[in-house]
């Protein structure tokens, strides 16, 4: 199964994360955003994520 990534689209951030598991790979950017990105955690925000990934 090809591992998932995808790039914090922050700016001036740098961070990469990956997954083999989309559920666990989505729930890691949204706790990254929210934490150090002041984003709401929200459906659409999800959605963007889901969007946002690329296999590696
Ligand atoms: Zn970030």
Redesign the pocket.
């Known amino acids: 199964m090809a591992r998932k990534y995808v790039d ?1 689209a ?1 700016p001036g ?1 740098t ?1 990469r994360l990956s997954a083999e598991d989309e559920k666990e790979l989505e729930t890691a950017v949204v706790d ?2 929210v934490m ?2 002041q984003v709401q955690d929200t459906p659409a925000f999800r959605e963007r994520v889901r969007q946002a990934m690329k296999e590696e």
């Open positions: 914090c922050a951030c961070l990254h955003a150090h990105h």
